[in-house]
């Protein structure tokens, strides 16, 4: 859906989005940081585990941004996309209205089936297509927000180049680089384009 048509649904739906593109928010120095993201010494971000019982945002079906996703639509595979966040950064989001330093967000892309017996109709969940995930840290990245793409099976990855992911969630992103507009249970937090 084109950007403009995005932005008309979701002002209609109650949630206005910005028409200008969305800044990061660098968090006031005495904001807590988390500190989840585990780094090795060349600078690459290690795979995080454990991410499942973070807090829950969203799930998508046949959304196509991001490398595994956009690889999967043009093949015509329809994923799950699911998407978790540090519990204790969903908590701070809630209160604030953007993301603490450290914050961490994984997108896990699942394949989906249908028609196994008993279902009849619709998709569920499979096997795990790609891990992306990104980390807000104002200190380690000049566009404060860095994005990884770990595929089915790498431990330690390197940021994608800021033309990518970064330039995508900088025009389209809702709040503080994340696309808040496909959360249902923040589409109506008060954000805060400046703490």
């Known amino acids: ?5 995005l932005t008309a649904f979701l002002t209609i739906a109650g949630f206005a ?5 969305t800044e990061p928010v660098r968090p006031p120095a005495d904001a807590p940081r988390l500190s989840g993201a585990t780094f090795g010494a060349d600078g690459r971000l290690h795979r995080p585990t454990g991410y499942r019982n973070w807090q829950f945002v ?8 991001g490398p595994a996703a956009q690889a999967a639509a043009l093949t015509g595979h329809v994923m799950f996309d699911n998407v978790f966040v ?4 969903y908590r701070f989001f809630l209160n604030n209205g953007f993301w603490p330093d ?3 967000f994984v997108l896990e892309l699942r394949g989906t089936e249908t028609q196994r017996p008993p279902n009849n109709r619709g998709y569920f969940q499979t096997d795990i297509h790609g891990v992306e995930v990104s ?5 380690r990245y000049p ?3 860095a994005y990884f793409d770990f595929g089915t099976a790498a431990q330690s990855v390197a940021p994608q180049p ?3 992911c970064h330039a995508c969630h900088r025009q389209h992103a809702a709040v503080d680089m994340t696309f808040v507009q496909f959360y249902p249970t923040l589409q109506n937090v008060k954000p805060q384009v400046r703490p």
Not at 1 to 5: G, V
Not at 58 to 65: L, P
Not at 135 to 139: A, I, L, T, W
Request: hydrophobic share 40%; glycine share 14%.
């Open 143 to 145: 566009g404060v927000w």
């Open 135 to 139: 980390v807000k840290d104002s200190k």
């Open 1 to 5: 859906m084109p950007y403009r048509l």
């Open 17 to 21: 989005v910005a028409a200008r593109a």
């Open 86 to 89: 540090q519990p204790e950064a």
């Open 102 to 104: 450290g914050t961490m």
């Open 58 to 65: 969203t799930a998508g079906v046949g959304m196509s941004y």
């Open 162 to 164: 800021e033309a990518g």
